[in-house]
């Protein structure tokens, strides 16, 4: 009888590695964007702190050759945050670039999304990019990503990343990301869910905000690239994974802070997709692999292993072009175990870590308050 459901559940997991191995395939098949009727962009950029590499992700910004106007507002509630003479000097570099600093007075109970308030009401142009400090992005990025929007049954559109870091932890989590996130991730429009958006990227109308309420509807989430997804998608219009991935850099060096960051991922994820949550082991692939190793199912653990590998190089080596993921696609069922210690940390609890305090959540994922 136990063997029957580890052969059940194992096939459960195979099925599901096979359909994320499925969803990468499609994205490197994924045509190029055909560039045509581009518009003037707003890129909303909140800042607090200063990332690793974070002059090189603003340049990055900057040296976008876009055949319209685009300008470059960035938001802090500081006045003396760390990252502003990095951003002077970008003005310095690039006079020909609207470039302009924003004074963040909007208090909400997520901080990032009050700033966002504020540049979105500073925003002159029709289109809006939202990205985090630390995104690095390649060539023909703003043409590619907010092409897209040409069509009207696309509400917003969002990009994969790929991560890198100087220490063991934050590599580590870099090549979770890398091999079973972005899987994971595309999975999420081949099954038809709709409401997915990465902070990455988010290129969304200034129409369509409007139409939401703003980010004022947002202010109160944790997760705010989900909620705002989900609130554009619920006006009738879909998601849209672009075939650009930018990067990142993980500022966390120690694995009590990457222990944090994915249970605070675990806790959102939980609070925002309900029983969802419930069904996340099946994805665990290493938890069966090592099930059939301990019953003496070789063979199945052997087989569970292949495919496991197959969308770890699919996704993190042939989609994200990771540099980790190509020497280490192999620790694929070891991150599954961890993954799985992780669900089983924010199945309970509704704290979480986030910057400089910790954060209670509703049942909802709105942050309620926070604790001293």
Known sequence: MVTILLIAIACIAAA????????????????????????P???LKPVRGLDPDFYQAIRSHATQSYPVPFEILFGAADRNDPSLPDIERLKLEFPHIEIRIIHSTTRAANAKVGVLIDLAREARHPILLVSDSDIIVP?????????????????????????????????WESLGIAIDFAPSVLVAPLVGIREFGLGATLVFRATDLAAIGGFETIRDYLADDYQLARHITQLGKRSHMSEVVVETSIGDN????????????????RVSRGDGYLGLPITHTGIWILLAILWGAWSLALSLTIIRWMTALLGGVLVLRSPLARRAFWLAPLWDLWAFLVWIAGLTGSTVIWRDGVLTLSRDGKLLRQVP
């Open 16 to 39: 599901y590695q096979l359909t994320a191995s499925i969803a990468c395939l499609l994205q490197l098949l994924r045509s190029t964007t055909v560039v045509r009727n581009l518009q």
């Open 41 to 43: 962009i707003s890129i």
């Open 254 to 269: 120690t694995w009590s802070g990457v222990w944090e960051h994915q249970v605070r991922w675990a806790r959102t994820i």
């Open 139 to 171: 060539d023909g990025y703003l043409k590619k990503v907010a092409a897209p929007l040409d069509d009207p049954g696309i509400g917003i559109v969002t990009t994969l990343y790929r991560a890198s870091a100087h220490t063991l932890p934050g590599s």
